[in-house]
């Protein structure tokens, strides 16, 4: 028996926490805070506020006294809404009572999925560039994470031949994540199809994150349990933060087969009992008469996409075509940079921020993200200095080729 | 595409045609062409700049007025309502539905004369009835821009 030497808080932690990587953005984000005068295009949210009416509906219904708890499926009245709104939307059919689960976010459903389904060593596959917390949730839920690398030319899309490429006995689930944070990337039907054949063949569950589903410029938003007989095998994660402008509400859900969401909500009753009963006021405002602002809020986004897209072109950088989400991925290939230092010159010479690829998995090294979510003068702004940069390295490396 | 066209240029009308082609994905010789036309037909009648005068540190006095006037016949309101709109002073002139039938904006550089404008010119005018001017005390929010400053962007600098 040893003896103890006082209180070590580290040796309570377990190795699996321990070893999870800090957030690969976390310096990065100092010296962007350090630094004054900074235009950041590397925030991950709408830069609308919440429309007016939907904050309102959570100020009446405080005022009604509204500050309980709720079913912890969430509130019926709510989930009878996403219910209609999937319906809807995607023509997907889903029992409010039994098969939707109102979260915190649709990071905790992407959570509750994988705990609910994972055993130690089963392999999830996610495709790459992506949200920074797949991985390090799988791990937490005692999976294996595999990264399946996509690429600009692809056009950052999920094919059929490279998911097939990683599945091993061991896959069980596959995240999906289109339209993509960061890239921009979305899946076509044909694409979808190609992979839901893949996902019966090898009897595969998809957790398919459709948070930014309602954010797409090249045709009709599109869910993948809407594919013939993916419906059962895909728990459907989305929320109110990228179309509603809600993220800071934190309201999220899950639709699922009834035997998943009863699992679910398991985990969720007796780690989080409910999400806020305000937040999900507000969500039901947001499907009742919100769908104006979503379109309002689409069509600047794309006006946005648009020019910036041409701007970077214009200066030179290589760059993918974004249909969904607000991001932008284009490559830095051309300034001899990789990600990393061409993030942090950028935000010393120019103070301009965006975030590198690297931080969304190896894959994205040799890209930088920029969200377009913000106003028409930033992004001008930013795009001119962000052009000055890239002159700058340009020349550079001309008069280094010509000295060699 | 000129409902487009107007909808971005009424919010800033700095933006120039090739901005505009880009943001909606059309040619940009087309979008210059259109503004020209929308110019000359009178649609976009003028490039207008939103000041918050009493930022600038210059005074500036406006009222509303409710007028009521007598109809003409033949003529209706137009005649009166071009009488009233040819005064510089003025700055708006509506036809109103309700109690009242023209709602006109007037400025002046101080109460005294916005007050002498009204009961020496406007009210003097035949076929006006009466007059009830509102001055304005502050302005909140005019052609969709709240005058207060506005919160900084709260949002976290960088994030995932």
């Not at chain 1, 595999?146 to 689930?173: C, G, Q, W």
């Amino acid at each position: 028996m040893t003896i103890a030497h006082g209180f070590e808080a580290h040796r309570f932690i377990t190795p699996v926490v321990k070893n999870l990587p800090p957030s690969g953005i976390r310096r990065f984000f100092e010296l962007v805070a350090s630094t004054r005068g900074v235009i950041s295009l590397g925030v991950g949210e709408p830069d609308f506020v919440t429309p007016w009416h939907i904050r309102e509906a959570c100020v009446q219904s405080l005022e009604r006294g509204y500050t309980m708890y709720t079913s912890n499926y969430g509130l019926p009245e709510l989930r009878g809404a996403i219910a209609d709104y999937l319906a809807w939307r995607f023509g997907l059919t889903y029992d409010p009572m039994k098969q939707i689960l109102v979260t915190i976010g649709a990071s905790e459903a992407v959570d509750l999925a994988l705990r609910t389904v994972l055993n130690p060593g089963d392999e999830v596959l996610i495709p790459e560039p992506c949200y920074v917390s797949y991985q390090p949730i799988t791990k937490l839920a005692g999976g294996v994470p595999v990264p399946i690398p996509t690429v600009m030319t692809d056009n950052f899309a999920l094919t059929a031949a490279r998911l097939e490429h990683y599945i091993t006995p061991r896959s069980k689930v596959l995240i999906l994540c289109f339209p993509n944070n960061p890239t921009g990337a979305v899946l076509s039907r044909e694409e979808m199809q190609a992979i839901a054949r893949l996902v019966e063949k090898y009897n595969l569950l998809v957790i398919s994150d459709e948070i930014y589903a309602e954010l797409r410029y090249d045709g009709q938003p599109l869910s993948f349990a809407s594919l013939p007989g993916m419906q059962e095998r895909t728990i459907l994660v989305s929320g109110f933060s990228k179309a509603f402008a809600m993220t800071g509400w934190r309201v999220g859900y899950v639709a699922a087969h009834p035997d998943f969401l009863a699992a679910m909500v398991k985990i969720h009753q007796y780690t989080i009992l409910c999400a806020p009963v305000m937040g999900q006021m507000a969500a039901l405002e947001a499907l009742r008469s919100g769908r104006q602002d979503v379109e309002r809020m689409v069509e600047q986004y794309d006006q946005r996409r648009r020019l910036v897209y041409s701007r970077l072109l214009e200066m030179g950088l290589d760059c993918f075509e974004p249909r969904g989400a607000f991001y932008i991925f284009p490559s830095v290939a051309a300034t001899g940079l990789d990600s990393a230092t061409f993030a942090e010159e950028l935000l010393k010479e120019e103070k301009v921020a965006v975030v590198p690829g690297t931080a969304f998995g190896a894959s994205g090294e040799g890209f930088i993200r920029c969200s377009y979510a913000a106003s028409l003068a930033d992004l001008t702004e930013a795009m001119n200095r962000m052009e000055r940069f890239v002159a700058r390295r340009l020349t550079f490396n001309q008069r280094a080729v010509a000295q060699v | 595409m000129r409902k487009k066209i107007l909808d971005l240029l009424e919010n800033n009308g700095r933006l120039t045609a090739k901005e505009i082609a880009i943001m909606l994905a059309l040619p940009v010789d087309q979008v210059a062409k259109e503004i020209a036309a929308m110019e000359q037909e009178k649609i976009v009648l003028r490039y207008h700049t939103l000041i918050n005068w009493e930022k600038a540190g210059e005074e500036e006095v406006a009222a509303l007025i409710d007028v009521k006037v007598i109809p003409q016949r033949d003529l209706g309101f137009d005649e009166i309502a071009s009488r009233i709109y040819r005064y510089p002073e003025v700055k708006s002139v509506f036809l109103m539905s309700g109690g009242y039938d023209l709602s006109v904006l007037v400025q002046g550089k101080s109460l005294k004369e916005v007050a002498s404008f009204v009961s020496q010119k406007l009210a003097t005018l035949e076929h006006v009835q009466s007059t009830m001017t509102h001055f304005i005390l502050k302005r909140y929010k005019q052609d969709g821009v709240i005058f207060e400053d506005q919160e900084d962007d709260r949002r976290q600098a960088l994030q995932p």
